[in-house]
């Protein structure tokens, strides 16, 4: 159950776009399209803004998006915006009924 | 929709159990999971249960250590923990499961946390 890897910290500016990636391995990310991403803003909850690899829930915007290549999912944020600032975490099914989540990215918007 | 109770602060070695009061849903429909975060770190998550309480999963960290129930006749989830360590220190979040009765879909409606610390 090791933690699935992701970039400390991502920046961009207003109206671009970014990219966080999550790196697993072979049992979990690259082996399920099982990967959900979770946005937290400092003192609340997380939320969740993507599952099963690319699937929006209701009412989270259309400029979140979620894919995956190989062993490693990404959460795509376009035309960015000053609320998306906040910690980013992935978490994927690893086999065996378990769940890792990722280390965390915290997205600045310039 | 979820309301977590229970934390507090609890010395090393001792137990604790937390709740998680579920309203408006179909409770009994939904596995739930349980998830951690230390202070100043990230997500780890904890343990989960199926939606009938038939299955019952759990994080190496907490294994042998910590049991997940539920009772769908009072919508209420719980995690018993005991030999609580000073690593359990954390807020201790509960979730449902976007994949009714499976836990592994993704979580999409969460609780606003209980802080449990372990400490001497």
């Known amino acids: 159950q090791s933690a699935l890897t992701q970039p400390a910290s991502v920046s961009g500016s207003p109206g671009q776009s970014i990219t966080i990636s999550c790196t697993g391995t072979s049992s979990d990310v690259g082996s399920y399209n099982l990967v959900s991403w979770y946005q937290q803003h400092p003192g609340e909850a997380p939320k969740m803004m993507i599952y099963?690899?690319?699937k929006r829930p209701s009412g989270v915007s259309i400029r979140f998006s979620g894919s995956k290549s190989g062993n490693t999912a990404s959460l795509t944020i376009s035309g960015l915006q000053a609320e998306d600032e906040a910690d980013y975490y992935c978490?994927?099914?690893?086999?065996?009924?378990?769940?890792?989540f990722g280390g965390g990215t915290k997205l600045t918007v310039l | 929709q979820l309301l977590e109770s229970g934390g507090g602060l609890v010395y090393p070695g001792g137990s604790l159990r937390l709740s998680c009061a579920a309203s408006r849903f179909t409770f009994s429909s939904y596995a739930m999971n349980w998830v951690r975060q230390a202070p100043g770190k990230g997500l780890k998550w904890v343990s989960s249960i199926s939606g009938s309480g038939g299955g019952t999963y759990y994080a190496d960290s907490v294994k042998g250590r910590f049991t997940i129930s539920r009772d769908n006749s009072k919508n209420t989830l719980y995690l018993q923990m005991n030999s609580l360590r000073a690593e359990d220190t954390a807020v201790y979040y509960c979730?449902?499961?976007?994949?009714?009765?499976?836990?592994?879909?993704?979580?999409?409606?969460w609780g606003q946390g209980t802080t449990v610390t372990v400490s001497s």
């Open positions: 979730a449902s499961s976007v994949g009714g009765h499976y836990h592994y879909y993704g979580m999409d409606v």
């Open positions: 978490c994927s099914y690893a086999g065996s009924s378990t769940l890792v």
């Open positions: 099963e690899g690319s």
